[in-house]
């Protein structure tokens, strides 16, 4: 089974920046569909950004120019850089992989708090 472990996340400043990694075990990291999703306390979870298999990227509104999503298959690894981060991005941040049989796997979170 896939098991998804994500880190990087803590405090940082308004306009800050933060990297979170998700690395990914097993062998068939490459065909994966990957991506991230965030939940704030009282608030559902909401989709951030995801990559496929063939290096495309889609981000939700809230992020586009700010966050982007990387792979590194050598690695297992996914990464979510995150630039110029507001308060409102406080939440614990979720990898995600899709397997081409549209099984999901869910890592434990990472939580990212922005304030002054």
């Known amino acids: 089974q896939v098991q998804l472990v994500e880190s990087g996340g803590g405090l940082v400043q308004p306009g800050g920046s933060l990297r979170l990694a998700c690395v990914a075990s097993g062998s068939t990291f490459s065909r994966n569909a990957m991506a991230w999703y965030r939940q704030a306390p009282g608030k559902q979870r909401e989709f951030v950004a995801r990559i496929d298999t063939y290096g495309g990227t889609n981000y939700a509104d809230s992020v586009k120019g700010r966050f982007a999503i990387s792979r590194d298959n050598a690695k297992n690894t996914a990464y979510l850089q995150m630039n110029s981060l507001k308060p409102e991005d406080t939440a614990v941040y979720y990898c995600?992989?899709?397997?081409?049989?549209?099984?999901?796997?869910w890592g434990q979170g990472t939580q990212v708090t922005v304030s002054s």
């Open positions: 995600n992989a899709v397997r081409p049989s549209m099984l999901q796997y």
